[in-house]
């Protein structure tokens, strides 16, 4: 029988360690070693208390709780543009604003309404994997564009002016995941400007806003009106489960999203809308959470220095540690398959996020909680001494 072209897309390959992390779990005996989950971007937070109450006050009304419109209900989607104009000052109409499942279900539906088959997306690596795996399955074509310190792992206007060809996309992210390293408002701008200008469609994935750790952040809404900025309730929010997230469309493609969005989904989960509205008034409890991820940032870089770690840029945003273990091992992914053996400590091989430059990096989040963090710290310089 004939298999389709989705046959070609590469495995998330963090979804291989989760599961024989998972599997480890399982065949554990009482006494031995818990796996640290340093693997995944999975807050150790849980739902805000506000949208917990929210959800029990929507389960008792007898609401039917049936579906939405395809966009989202109004109430979430005035409640997300407020948010957006309190963070950065924009007005964004909320007929732009459409709720997706997760920013994952965003990718497709802004994909789909911007490109067609065949067309370039530039992105920097190291990347979000799915970024080039959703566009590859959608037949589009992803342009690597290999960065490192020097640009802060984030693509610069010069190397989009150094391409033969010009793409018709670029994605970025900011802060970014793995490497949590964030656009200067000044270069975002730069880099919206030359999009729009070139007609080149600019992706901006705008999850981990709100983790940032010193550095001023902006998003592309506030430069261009041609972008598509793309946001979720997983990250600062802490609601990864309830895969609730938010697209900024552009005008010009608000209706096809809309109509892709109701063919794909019919419409975004309602008890999920309702968690996310409410956790849009929690931000005294989600900066407790930040203020947590900064003490384990701080901890983790301090930490895995002494464990010998010593090529690390420290991250901007996010929580997420991009770290080179080539004093270690010749290979990120044997070095992750040690750390999981030796120290019960699952990591994801830089693989995943850069297909040539990968297998000089891991990558450890520090969102767990900091007991966790710092039994790692402490596993991980019994393993190099
Ligand atoms: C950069 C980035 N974008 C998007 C996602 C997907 O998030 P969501 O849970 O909103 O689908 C993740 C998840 O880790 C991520 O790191």
């Known amino acids: 029988m004939k298999i389709g ?9 963090v979804m291989d360690v989760i599961t024989e992390a998972n599997a480890r779990e399982q065949r554990r005996q009482p006494g031995d070693a818990r796996v640290l989950r340093m693997e995944v971007g999975q807050p150790g937070t849980g739902l805000p208390d506000g949208a917990r109450q929210a959800v029990e006050a929507a389960l008792r009304s007898g609401d039917t709780l049936g579906y939405t419109e395809a966009l989202g209900r109004l109430p979430l989607r005035a409640a997300i543009a407020a948010h957006i104009h309190d963070w950065y000052g924009v007005s964004v109409p909320v007929s732009r604003i459409a709720v997706t499942f997760g920013a994952s ?66 994605i970025i992210a900011s802060p970014a995941n793995p490497t949590g390293s964030m656009l200067a408002p000044e270069d975002l701008a730069a880099l919206a400007r030359y999009c729009h200008t070139n007609g080149i469609r600019l992706i901006s994935d705008e999850i981990y806003h709100g983790l940032t750790y010193g550095k001023p952040i902006a998003s592309a809404s506030e430069f261009s009106e ?19 997230g938010w697209m900024v469309c552009p005008e010009d493609l608000v209706r096809t999203v809309e ?127």
């Open 5 to 13: 072209a989705g046959r070609a897309v590469p495995s998330f390959r």
């Open 105 to 170: 279900g965003a990718f497709p539906l802004a994909f789909l309404a911007a490109f067609d088959t065949g067309d370039t997306i530039a992105l920097a690596a190291p990347y979000y994997p799915p970024y080039v795996n959703i566009a590859t399955a959608l037949g589009l074509k992803p342009l690597i564009l290999p960065c490192g310190i020097e640009t802060g792992f984030q693509p610069t206007v010069a190397m989009l002016e150094a391409l033969e060809r010009k793409p018709d996309g670029l």
């Open 226 to 244: 041609s972008a598509i900025v793309i946001n979720s309730f997983s990250k600062y929010f802490s609601m990864t489960g309830w895969r609730v």
């Open 259 to 385: 109509r892709l969005a109701a063919n794909f989904f019919v419409s975004p989960s309602y008890i999920s809308q309702i968690a996310a509205q409410a956790a849009l008034g929690c931000h005294a409890e989600l900066q407790a959470n930040r203020t947590r991820y900064a003490a384990a940032r701080q901890i983790m870089l301090t930490g895995l220095e002494s464990a010998g770690f010593t090529k690390i840029s420290p991250p901007d945003g996010a929580f997420y540690l991009y770290a080179d273990c080539t004093s270690f091992a010749a290979d990120s992914a044997a070095f992750c398959a040690r750390l999981l053996d030796e120290a019960n400590i699952a990591a994801t091989p830089g693989y995943d996020f850069d297909a040539t430059r990968g297998k000089n990096f891991f990558r450890m989040s520090y969102c767990a909680a900091l007991p966790d963090i710092e039994e790692a710290i402490f596993r991980l310089c019994r393993l190099n001494s």
